[in-house]
């Protein structure tokens, strides 16, 4: 197995429901995922483990206290920072992702703070609705379609 280029980054995701599921999706697609702090809810929670199910084992986690933690240690170039937010400028389908790129979420009740946001305009996309009524969509659905969009080339598409 190689070793994971593409990361997803979740910056204090609240729901465990949606961090074990996109963690299943990291294990299928040889992933890192990390989580940055504080969360919503313990990793040790069953909910976690139960929508990752046998494979939150698999995971490769990394874990950091704040988001300036994860950018001093890790020192993500801009241009492998892909943002995702419900009103990006651009959309998923814009960016040619880099395959060692940081997919970067925020947390479901209120996206990405504006200190991570900030001077990265350029770099924030979102997922198109085409009906006004949805305010917004599930975490792990809008990550599982990103990241799929991002590795297209690499799987065949």
């Keep these: 197995m190689s070793e994971p ?19 299943r999706t990291c294990v299928a697609l040889n992933l890192e995922l990390i989580l940055i702090k ?25 874990e ?6 994860f950018l001093d240690e890790r020192r ?6 892909y943002f995702f ?18 997919l970067v979420f925020g947390c479901e009740s209120k996206g990405l703070p504006s200190e991570v946001l900030n001077g990265m305009e350029d770099r924030t996309f979102s997922l198109p609705m085409l ?4 305010r917004s969509l599930n975490l792990a659905n809008v990550a599982t379609a990103v990241v799929y969009q991002a590795m297209r080339t690499q799987l065949g598409g």
């Design 131 to 134: 009906d006004s009524r949805v």
């Design 76 to 81: 993500p170039l801009p241009e492998s920072l």
């Design 64 to 69: 950091y206290e704040s988001w300036q933690a």
């Design 5 to 23: 280029c593409l990361k997803i980054v979740l910056v204090t995701p609240e729901i465990p429901y949606n961090t074990g599921a996109i963690g």
């Design 85 to 102: 937010e419900e009103h990006g400028d651009q959309t998923i389908y814009d960016p040619d992702y880099q395959q060692d790129g940081y």
């Design 38 to 62: 504080p969360y919503g809810f313990s990793l040790d929670e069953k909910a976690v483990r139960r929508a990752g199910t046998d494979y939150w084992k698999y995971v490769h986690l990394s």
